[in-house]
């Protein structure tokens, strides 16, 4: 006689192997018929890949149809110092141009263009002085721009205006040069901790670990660049080791100190000044109370002595 329970743990058996031999038969179909999703990534990974360089490299790959492109496009750069940039026209087929010009507004510099006429197979320059912002290539071939490498003067507006029989079409770029600041932490003499972010462009963030009594002041450049100084007082909190947190958009950086005993208690001139005049006041309340208690009992001991002289003259 079959036990009922055996009997269903049999059955409960069967029905999993017939679940999982489908589940298996069902997804090696479909493997067979898709391809593997990590090749289909890396393949698009490699196609965007070709798009970006092809996109500065052969105009005759990019847009067949102008109208697809917009007409103005305008991107916010910002590029570390020292970097090298290649900045790109809009994308359209170079058998469809006429003229390529690229206008370069830099801070306290003139005005410059580069232009390039297809027809003629010639290019102009005016008022372009700077070696380091050149063609890429041959402009027939890439019309794209080169800065190497980038320095803080570069700082400014690029423009690539391409005419077609269609329109002009523009692609800008503002380029935001970024300097990193150089971060120094020390004590002074008056006990203060003072934290600088030198030279940064843009402006540097200081903050501390612990919070203290700070002050922040900022110094600007005439190269653009700023340096920002937080100067801290812990006085009369029991603190040992501060921390100096940069934040900047070239990357932060942390500093730490550990704080002198004497600069732990120490503060600055006036509260010191402040303290010196509360010790002294105390000090001068204490002896005022002790000569007026040693006067009073000092009285009350005579009064006592004289009522029991009489006393005693009152009992002869």
């Given at each position: 006689?079959?036990?009922?329970?055996?009997?269903?743990n049999?059955?409960?058996?069967?029905?999993?192997?017939v679940?999982?031999?489908?589940?298996?038969?069902?997804?090696?179909?479909?493997?067979?018929?898709?391809?593997?999703?990590s090749?289909?990534?890396?393949?698009?990974?490699?196609?965007?890949?070709?798009a970006s360089?092809?996109?500065?490299?052969?105009?005759?790959?990019i847009?067949?149809n102008?109208?697809?492109?917009?007409?103005?496009?305008?991107?916010?750069?910002?590029?570390?110092?020292?970097?090298?940039?290649?900045?790109?026209?809009?994308?359209?087929?170079?058998?469809?141009?006429?003229?390529?010009?690229?206008?370069?507004?830099?801070?306290g510099?003139?005005?410059c263009?580069?232009?390039?006429?297809?027809?003629?197979?010639e290019?102009?320059?005016?008022?372009?002085?700077?070696?380091?912002?050149?063609?890429?290539?041959?402009p027939?071939?890439?019309?794209?721009?080169?800065?190497r490498?980038v320095?803080?003067?570069?700082d400014?507006?690029?423009?690539?205006?391409?005419?077609?029989p269609?329109?002009?079409?523009?692609?800008?770029?503002?380029?935001q040069v970024l300097?990193?600041?150089?971060v120094?932490?020390?004590?002074?003499?008056?006990?203060?901790?003072?934290?600088?972010?030198?030279?940064?462009?843009?402006?540097?963030?200081?903050?501390w670990?612990?919070?203290?009594?700070c002050?922040?002041?900022q110094?600007?450049?005439?190269?653009?660049?700023?340096?920002?100084?937080s100067?801290?007082?812990?006085?009369?909190?029991?603190?040992?080791?501060?921390?100096?947190?940069?934040s900047?958009?070239?990357?932060?950086?942390?500093?730490s100190?550990?704080?002198?005993?004497?600069?732990?208690?120490?503060?600055?001139?006036?509260?010191?000044s402040?303290?010196?005049?509360?010790?002294?006041?105390?000090?001068?309340?204490?002896?005022i109370?002790?000569?007026?208690?040693f006067?009073?009992?000092?009285?009350?001991?005579?009064v006592?002595?004289?009522?029991?002289?009489a006393?005693?003259?009152?009992n002869?």
């Amino acid at each position: 006689m079959l036990c009922p329970w055996r009997t269903a743990n049999l059955g409960l058996l069967l029905i999993l192997t017939v679940f999982l031999v489908t589940e298996c038969t069902h997804s090696e179909a479909e493997g067979a018929a898709r391809p593997n999703n990590s090749l289909i990534l890396q393949d698009s990974k490699e196609n965007l890949a070709l798009a970006s360089s092809s996109s500065c490299m052969d105009g005759t790959q990019i847009t067949q149809n102008n109208s697809a492109f917009p007409t103005e496009v305008n991107t916010s750069w910002p590029i570390l110092m020292g970097e090298n940039a290649v900045l790109c026209c809009p994308p359209i087929a170079l058998k469809y141009l006429i003229i390529i010009t690229w206008e370069i507004i830099l801070r306290g510099q003139p005005f410059c263009k580069k232009a390039y006429k297809k027809e003629t197979n010639e290019t102009k320059e005016t008022n372009c002085t700077d070696e380091r912002i050149t063609w890429i290539s041959r402009p027939d071939q890439n019309p794209a721009l080169q800065i190497r490498p980038v320095v803080i003067t570069h700082d400014g507006y690029y423009r690539c205006i391409m005419g077609t029989p269609d329109g002009n079409f523009h692609r800008g770029y503002h380029l935001q040069v970024l300097v990193t600041p150089e971060v120094t932490l020390f004590q002074s003499r008056n006990g203060a901790v003072v934290c600088k972010a030198v030279a940064g462009k843009p402006a540097a963030q200081i903050s501390w670990i612990p919070e203290g009594d700070c002050v922040t002041e900022q110094e600007y450049w005439g190269n653009g660049t700023v340096t920002v100084k937080s100067t801290c007082h812990w006085e009369g909190h029991d603190v040992y080791t501060v921390t100096c947190h940069v934040s900047h958009l070239t990357g932060n950086k942390c500093l730490s100190t550990k704080l002198n005993s004497g600069l732990r208690t120490s503060g600055s001139p006036a509260l010191s000044s402040l303290r010196i005049i509360l010790y002294v006041k105390l000090s001068l309340f204490v002896v005022i109370l002790v000569i007026t208690g040693f006067v009073f009992f000092q009285r009350i001991n005579d009064v006592r002595m004289k009522v029991e002289g009489a006393g005693n003259q009152l009992n002869i």
